[in-house]
């Protein structure tokens, strides 16, 4: 095929490698293992192109639709049942977290540090994270509830926004690229001007030139029409 305006361009192949990364990358903290496109029915062929297999994507759909989740939005979970997430924090990246609470005394601590008790309520405790990660997120326990994993998965959707902005940053691969361009192009503007100088400084040197020699040819015309004007005459003489 023939090649586009941005083959070859350095910045061009970063942001594919970079699609192809998050294409095919996996979306942790969404169950006990990662989420792939592929599972949606969605894969990516040989040529680069994307396919949606629509048998496999309803049976995704009717089979476990939560599971959409890793697709659309970020989200805490928790490995056992009895967990209610009241707010929920924005991460850069899928993470894990434990929870511990003392069956005696009803402390409860995430990852060793403390939360905070905010409320009771109908066999429930609504906790707040005070450190870490998850500061200022509220979510509610059940009664008998003393240990868990909680994850924070991070989207699809999240990750490609997060890819589209530090592209589109001001220290992303587009603004390095337009910056050297246009370091280029100041460049390129430059070598032109100075080429234009020296072309109008040829051009006064060669005329100057040009014309001495045309009066010098006009010269050696005129000492050559005397000579044969004077060679006539001497042969008429003779």
Known sequence: EESGSLAGNSGADIMKREYQSVLSSGFEGFGDRSMYLSDFGVRTERDGTMTLDYNKFMRTFNDNPASFDALLQDGLSADVDGFTFISKP???????????????TGEATLDGST??????????????VTDGPLLGTRFSVENGVNSATIQYGRSFSSTMQTSLRGMLSGAGVLTRQETSLEETIANQQETLSKLDDTSAMLQKRYQARFGAMELVVSQ????????SNL???????T
């Open 115 to 128: 939360l905070s008790q905010v409320e009771t309520d109908n066999g429930k405790v609504t906790f707040q």
């Open 90 to 104: 924005e991460l850069g990246t899928s993470q894990n977290f434990e929870f511990k609470r003392d069956a005696v």
């Open 220 to 227: 050696l015309n005129s000492t050559g029409e005397y000579l």
């Open 231 to 237: 060679v006539a005459q001497w042969n008429k003489s």
